[in-house]
């Protein structure tokens, strides 16, 4: 029988098995080589870039000291964690048993054993060094503290508890406890670690006949444990000293720092009594291989966890329960004092003066005589709001812009000096043609200040410029105008070479006048490899290969000065406002930088962040800040930027602070001595707001010296909401030249006002001396007296809105709609004996790009209200023509690009209001009103007042009627006037004609 084997159908796919093809494998390997060079490149490339550019901007030191510290940390540290837990590995494993016990447990460990075998050296080295590379990183990113205690100068200050200088609380303590927690977690690696070698080679047994731990496992982890608790008896031993930086809520301050009597009587003992049970303990254990026994060891540390709990926790409570609250404040007022006296030194505030003050509602033009600086410099010009007034007149061209908050600047010299209005007139891609040559090469820099005076506006509203035009021209004279670095200047651009930037379009021509930069700032290009390194740094691979590159090109970028300054001064926390000064052929920005500690003993902590902020924070920008917990600060570094050359100074302003004398000694040659500090920028540098911001937070409840009177807590005070915003956040302080009563003379300064606790009148005003001099930074602060019911801002707000005369003028000034009103920075100044508030009224009309000054509200006292067309008439009207000269309004200038003023706004600061032909309108002085219309007047103020309230409120009922009445009183008006009725406003979910897009809603008193 023959059998035959089917035939096959033909030669199906079968699937490839088996390892993969040689030409596969050196693909796969080739990728894998290029991925690896391309994530080494990139890395180089980060730190190549940085090294460049610290090195063009001449800070190269900050970057190798801070390079070599983070090294130093890293490698240091990282090793000597790899060395430790290397070595309890390695011991663990020499000491484990000879033979291990049969057992279940054992036999599914061996495989374990087995398979480790082959493999123990290389598990051991790859397991340390893991772990010193996590604990090296770690340390490294302590470069700050290393630098600070290697580097640490004598506060000259000794704490009150303990008597220890403040620098060994700012500076040596926090790199104790670093080191401490180090060996900490060094210390339970290790015992981890050596645990489970130990469990793997049977010195630790869970299962199983005889003793659970051999003797070579019971000694090593004893020996571990009892380091454990030696570090423990340090840890207590330094939180004896940290008690007095230790930080909890009392008395209405959340940051409340110190000892308190609790802390001093029942935690500092117990940490003593602590202390010597954690060492007893920690000997006990190192005797356990001795003996071989836990059980002593084990009791010791039961008893230290037992005392821990009764004497560290049980005790001090019972001290406060039954010594403390029967009796608080005779315990706890004299470490109040403690605290209120450290904190008013920690924060620059223990010079501050407080002289009681009882306004007067009425003065003489004797009284104003001393005051009459402070009556011309009143500052009209509100650079929040005129910040548009610049972009629309002094623009120019689409690609500029102005910062959205403008700066308050002197210029001039003697009796010309007057408060300023200055913006800078920088680089807006927004306005080109967007791609990367305009970008980047093309439109490289803004040109020129606009400058106006801060105390007078022409007879249109319109600011009165001394610096104005492209190219600028004024008061200024000659200098070098183009803005490189400016505050909106955030992408990079490519410069130099034979690269042809946009300079700015001649007027006269309309041609674009052409520039190539002539700095000295930069990282040049010309080597290919810092091409690639920069391409790769900004994404942008056209930096390779791209033909407008030319040689001589440089890349400039890290533009903006707050930008450029923390950069080359770390250790710095920035303020969040530069301000450009043109001094010497130059514009520089001038930066304010603050150095901070949270370790000054017995100083309740601040939050930065919390405490800079106000009702302009969302313009002007926030502080920057290397730690927004601290409870020490100091103005101690003017940094300038120059907006041409990007160069960057640093000048040591507090030649006394050892925050700074430390950081220079750790940088040397960064900062430069005050002296020299240029002659021709002196005269405007001025005092820091950031810095004024955080001491009148501090103010708030430490303008209470006595700790009596502070413990009571009924003298607090607190920084009014900004009555003209709409963001509910706290009014700024503001920039003005005033007398203040004890000066002899007016000086810049910068001032803030206070109301009492959930109250609105006025308790204080403060004023700091803003000015470089003997007096600089002097705090002067007016109490008001008991008896005085001096208005706070927002009760002055609701006074200007509800006086009779001043609705009327309002509504009219509004036009039914047309216009709308914006209200300037309510100034209060103590003049001839009383207070006199100033707030610049601002319409635009409709249409109009910008706001123009219309009229000026002014109160002095509690009830002497004006609102007049121009400062000067305002000042008539409550001083009965006894003021002193106010600036005149100047005469618009039909050349200047002043805009003319609204159909809706009045064309002279002496004429009343002309409202459009649709509303009612105000008569003219010495014109009649008939009884019909001033009713129908009134009606319709009430009648608006009610749906803005109603509006606030979610009342939609109430803004339904209050809408309707409104329009029935328009009606009214119209039909007093004889003319044809105006149109009822919509209702619906938008308040009443004029409410909206003001930005300044009616105050709540």
């Given at each position: 029988?023959?059998?035959?084997?089917?035939?096959?159908?033909?030669?199906g796919?079968?699937?490839?098995?088996?390892?993969?093809?040689?030409?596969a494998?050196v693909?796969l390997?080739t990728?894998?080589?290029?991925?690896?060079?391309?994530?080494l490149?990139?890395?180089?490339?980060?730190?190549?870039?940085?090294?460049?550019?610290?090195?063009?901007?001449?800070?190269?030191?900050?970057?190798?000291?801070q390079?070599?510290?983070?090294?130093?940390?890293f490698?240091?540290?990282?090793?000597?964690?790899?060395?430790?837990?290397?070595?309890?590995?390695?011991?663990a494993?020499?000491?484990r048993?000879?033979?291990?016990?049969?057992?279940?447990e054992?036999?599914?460990?061996?495989?374990?054993r087995?398979?480790?075998?082959?493999?123990?050296?290389?598990a051991?080295?790859?397991?340390?060094?893991?772990?010193?590379?996590?604990?090296?990183?770690?340390a490294?990113?302590?470069?700050?503290?290393?630098?600070?205690w290697?580097?640490?100068?004598?506060?000259?200050?000794?704490?009150?508890?303990?008597?220890?200088d403040?620098?060994?609380?700012?500076?040596?303590?926090?790199?104790?406890?670093?080191?401490?927690?180090?060996?900490?977690?060094?210390?339970?690696?290790?015992?981890?670690?050596?645990?489970?070698?130990?469990?793997?080679?049977?010195?630790?047994?869970?299962?199983?006949?005889?003793?659970?731990?051999?003797?070579?496992a019971?000694?090593?982890?004893?020996?571990?444990?009892?380091?454990?608790?030696?570090?423990?008896?340090?840890?207590?031993?330094?939180?004896?000293?940290?008690?007095?930086?230790?930080?909890?809520?009392?008395?209405?301050?959340?940051?409340?720092?110190?000892?308190?009597?609790?802390?001093?009587?029942?935690?500092?003992?117990?940490?003593?009594?602590?202390?010597?049970?954690?060492?007893?303990?920690a000997?006990?254990?190192?005797?356990?291989?001795?003996?071989?026994?836990?059980?002593?060891?084990?009791?010791g540390?039961?008893?230290?966890?037992?005392?821990?709990?009764?004497?560290?926790?049980?005790?001090?409570?019972?001290?406060?329960?039954?010594?403390?609250?029967?009796?608080?404040?005779?315990?706890?007022?004299?470490?109040?004092?403690?605290?209120?006296?450290?904190?008013?030194?920690?924060?620059?505030?223990?010079d501050?003066?407080?002289?009681?003050?009882?306004p007067?509602?009425?003065?003489?033009?004797?009284?104003?005589?001393p005051d009459?600086?402070?009556?011309?410099?009143?500052?009209?010009?509100?650079?929040?709001?005129?910040?548009?007034?610049?972009?629309?007149?002094?623009?120019?061209?689409?690609?500029?812009?102005?910062?959205?908050?403008?700066?308050?600047?002197?210029?001039?010299?003697?009796?010309?000096?007057?408060?300023?209005?200055?913006?800078?007139?920088?680089?807006?891609?927004?306005?080109?043609?967007?791609?990367?040559?305009?970008?980047?090469?093309?439109?490289?820099?803004?040109?020129?200040?606009?400058?106006?005076?801060?105390?007078?506006?022409?007879?249109?509203?319109?600011?009165?410029?001394?610096?104005?035009?492209?190219?600028?021209t004024?008061?200024?004279?000659?200098?070098?105008?183009?803005?490189y670095?400016?505050?909106?200047?955030?992408?990079?651009?490519i410069v130099?070479?034979?690269?042809?930037?946009?300079?700015?379009?001649?007027?006269?021509?309309?041609?674009?006048?052409?520039?190539?930069?002539?700095?000295?700032?930069?990282?040049?290009?010309?080597?290919?490899?810092?091409?690639?390194?920069?391409?790769?740094?900004?994404?942008?691979?056209?930096?390779?290969?791209?033909?407008?590159?030319?040689?001589?090109?440089?890349?400039?970028?890290?533009?903006?000065?707050?930008e450029?300054?923390?950069?080359?001064?770390p250790?710095?926390?920035i303020?969040?406002?530069?301000?450009?000064?043109?001094q010497?052929?130059?514009?520089?920005?001038?930066?304010?930088?603050?150095?901070?500690?949270?370790?000054?003993?017995?100083?309740?902590?601040?939050?930065?962040?919390?405490?800079?902020?106000?009702?302009?924070?969302n313009?002007?920008?926030?502080?920057?800040?290397?730690?927004?917990?601290?409870?020490?600060?100091?103005?101690?570094?003017?940094?300038?930027?120059?907006?041409?050359?990007?160069?960057?100074?640093?000048?040591?302003?507090?030649?006394?602070?050892?925050?700074?004398?430390?950081?220079?000694?750790?940088?040397?040659?960064?900062?430069?001595?005050?002296?020299?500090?240029?002659?021709?920028?002196?005269?405007?540098?001025?005092?820091?707001?950031?810095?004024?911001?955080?001491?009148?937070?501090?103010?708030?409840?430490?303008?209470?010296?006595?700790?009596?009177?502070f413990?009571?807590?009924?003298?607090?005070?607190?920084?009014?909401?900004?009555?003209?915003?709409d963001?509910?956040?706290?009014?700024?302080?503001?920039?003005?030249?005033?007398?203040?009563?004890?000066?002899?003379?007016?000086?810049?300064?910068?001032?803030s006002?206070?109301?009492?606790?959930?109250?609105?009148n006025l308790?204080?005003?403060?004023?700091v001396?803003?000015?470089?001099?003997?007096?600089?930074?002097?705090?002067?602060?007016?109490?008001?007296?008991?008896?005085?019911?001096?208005?706070g801002?927002?009760?002055?707000?609701?006074?200007?809105?509800?006086?009779?005369?001043?609705?009327?003028?309002?509504?009219?000034?509004?036009?039914?709609?047309?216009?709308?009103?914006?209200?300037?920075?309510l100034?209060t100044?103590?003049?001839?004996?009383?207070?006199?508030?100033?707030?610049p009224?601002?319409?635009?009309?409709?249409g109009?790009?910008?706001?123009?000054?219309?009229?000026?509200?002014?109160?002095?006292?509690?009830?002497?209200?004006?609102?007049?067309?121009?400062?000067?008439?305002?000042?008539?009207?409550?001083?009965?023509?006894?003021?002193?000269?106010?600036t005149?309004?100047?005469?618009?200038?039909p050349?200047s690009?002043?805009?003319?003023?609204?159909?809706?706004?009045?064309?002279?600061?002496?004429?009343?209001a002309?409202?459009?032909?649709?509303?009612?309108?105000?008569?003219?002085?010495?014109?009649?009103?008939?009884?019909?219309?001033?009713?129908?007047?009134?009606?319709?103020?009430?009648?608006?007042?009610?749906?803005?309230?109603?509006?606030?409120?979610?009342?939609?009922?109430?803004?339904?009627?209050?809408?309707?009445?409104?329009?029935?009183?328009?009606?009214?008006?119209?039909?007093?006037?004889?003319?044809?009725?105006?149109?009822?406003?919509?209702?619906?979910?938008?308040?009443?004609?004029?409410?909206?897009?003001?930005?300044?809603?009616?105050?709540?008193?």
């Open positions: 029988m023959v059998f035959q084997m089917p035939e096959r159908s033909g030669p796919f079968r699937r490839r098995v088996g390892p993969p093809s040689r030409r494998r693909a390997l990728l894998g080589v290029l991925a690896v060079l391309f994530l490149f990139v890395m180089f490339a980060g730190f190549w870039t940085d090294w460049l550019w610290f090195r063009s901007v001449h800070y190269s030191s900050v970057f190798t000291t390079l070599w510290t983070k090294i130093g940390l490698a240091v540290f990282g090793l000597l964690m790899a060395v430790i837990v290397g070595f309890n590995i390695w011991l494993h020499r000491l048993p000879p033979l291990s016990a049969m057992s279940v054992q036999q599914s460990l061996d495989r374990y087995a398979g480790l075998a082959p493999f123990k050296r290389w051991l080295i790859g397991v340390s060094l893991v772990i010193g590379l996590v604990a090296g990183a770690a490294s990113g302590q470069w700050r503290t290393w630098l600070m290697t580097n640490s100068t004598s506060f000259g200050e000794k704490d009150a508890q303990f008597g220890m403040v620098s060994f609380y700012a500076f040596d303590l926090p790199f104790y406890e670093f080191v401490l927690g180090f060996a900490f977690s060094a210390v339970i690696v290790s015992l981890l670690t050596s645990a489970l070698v130990h469990y793997l080679y049977g010195g630790l047994r869970l299962q199983g006949p005889g003793r659970r731990a051999s003797a070579g019971q000694g090593h982890l004893a020996v571990l444990l009892g380091v454990f608790v030696l570090l423990k008896a340090v840890a207590y031993w330094l939180d004896r000293y940290a008690l007095a930086v230790k930080t909890g809520s009392y008395k209405g301050v959340s940051g409340w720092t110190g000892l308190r009597y609790v802390d001093a009587n029942a935690f500092l003992p117990a940490k003593t009594i602590l202390f010597f049970v954690a060492i007893i303990c000997v006990l254990f190192f005797l356990t291989p001795v003996r071989r026994t836990w059980a002593p060891a084990l009791i540390l039961g008893l230290m966890v037992l005392s821990a709990v009764l004497i560290g926790g049980l005790y001090p409570a019972i001290v406060q329960q039954f010594q403390v609250k029967p009796n608080e404040q005779a315990k706890e007022t004299p470490y109040i004092q403690k605290n209120i006296d450290a904190t008013r030194q920690a924060y620059g505030i223990a501050s003066q407080t002289t009681p003050y009882t007067q509602g009425s003065t003489t033009g004797d009284a104003l005589k009459a600086q402070t009556i011309a410099d009143v500052r009209l010009l509100d650079p929040n709001i005129v910040s548009q007034t610049f972009q629309s007149l002094e623009q120019q061209r689409n690609y500029y812009a102005f910062p959205s908050t403008l700066d308050v600047d002197r210029y001039g010299k003697g009796a010309d000096k007057q408060d300023t209005v200055i913006g800078l007139r920088e680089l807006d891609l927004n306005g080109v043609q967007r791609n990367w040559i305009n970008d980047h090469f093309k439109y490289t820099h803004g040109y020129g200040a606009a400058v106006a005076k801060g105390n007078q506006v022409d007879d249109k509203g319109g600011p009165v410029f001394t610096e104005s035009g492209l190219p600028a004024g008061a200024l004279g000659d200098y070098e105008q183009r803005i670095y400016g505050e909106k200047t955030t992408t990079y651009s130099g070479g034979s690269n042809k930037e946009i300079d700015y379009t001649d007027t006269k021509t309309g041609q674009n006048v052409e520039y190539t930069y002539g700095g000295a700032s930069g990282v040049s290009l010309d080597n290919p490899l810092t091409r690639a390194a920069y391409a790769v740094r900004f994404a942008e691979p056209q930096i390779l290969y791209a033909g407008a590159i030319t040689d001589g090109a440089k890349v400039i970028y890290n533009r903006t000065p707050k450029r300054v923390e950069k080359v001064a250790w710095l926390s303020d969040a406002d530069p301000y450009p000064v043109v010497s052929g130059h514009v520089v920005w001038v930066v304010d930088g603050y150095t901070t500690s949270d370790g000054f003993p017995f100083s309740s902590k601040t939050t930065l962040g919390a405490a800079t902020k106000d009702s302009l924070t313009q002007r920008g926030e502080l920057l800040t290397v730690a927004n917990q601290v409870n020490y600060i100091r103005n101690s570094v003017k940094a300038t930027v120059d907006a041409y050359t990007g160069e960057v100074k640093l000048y040591q302003w507090d030649e006394k602070d050892p925050v700074l004398k430390t950081w220079m000694k750790a940088f040397p040659g960064t900062v430069e001595p005050k002296a020299d500090i240029p002659q021709s920028l002196l005269p405007h540098l001025r005092y820091p707001q950031d810095m004024f911001k955080v001491q009148r937070d501090l103010l708030g409840q430490y303008h209470v010296t006595d700790s009596n009177s413990f009571n807590g009924s003298d607090i005070w607190q920084v009014p909401v900004d009555p003209t915003s963001t509910k956040q706290v009014q700024p302080p503001y920039y003005v030249t005033l007398r203040m009563p004890d000066a002899a003379a007016a000086s810049f300064s910068l001032t006002t206070f109301v009492p606790n959930q109250r609105p308790a204080a005003f403060m004023a001396n803003a000015d470089p001099g003997d007096d600089y930074g002097k705090i002067r602060i007016l109490k008001m007296t008991g008896e005085t019911g001096a208005p801002p927002g009760l002055v707000q609701s006074k200007f809105n509800s006086r009779q005369e001043v609705a009327n003028q309002i509504f009219a000034l509004k036009s039914g709609g047309d216009t709308e009103l914006e209200y300037g920075n100034l100044l103590p003049v001839g004996g009383g207070l006199l508030n100033v707030e009224v601002y319409v635009r009309g409709r109009a790009k910008y706001p123009t000054l219309q009229k000026v509200l002014a109160v002095y006292g509690d009830d002497n209200v004006a609102f007049e067309n121009t400062l000067e008439d305002a000042l008539k009207k409550l001083f009965a023509g006894q003021a002193p000269p106010a005149p309004v100047a005469p618009s200038n050349g690009g002043t805009a003319p003023t609204s159909p809706a706004t009045p064309t002279s600061p002496t004429a009343p002309t409202p459009a032909p649709t509303a009612p309108a105000t008569p003219a002085p010495g014109g009649t009103i008939s009884p019909e219309l001033q009713k129908a007047l009134s009606d319709a103020a009430k009648a608006y007042g009610d749906s803005q309230t109603a509006f606030k409120n979610g009342d939609w009922v109430a803004y339904g009627n209050a809408q309707k009445a409104l329009g029935d009183a328009l009606k009214a008006a119209e039909a007093a006037r004889g003319g044809s009725p105006a149109p009822a406003p919509t209702s619906g979910g938008t308040p009443a004609p004029g409410a909206a897009g003001t930005g300044s809603p009616s105050p709540q008193p």
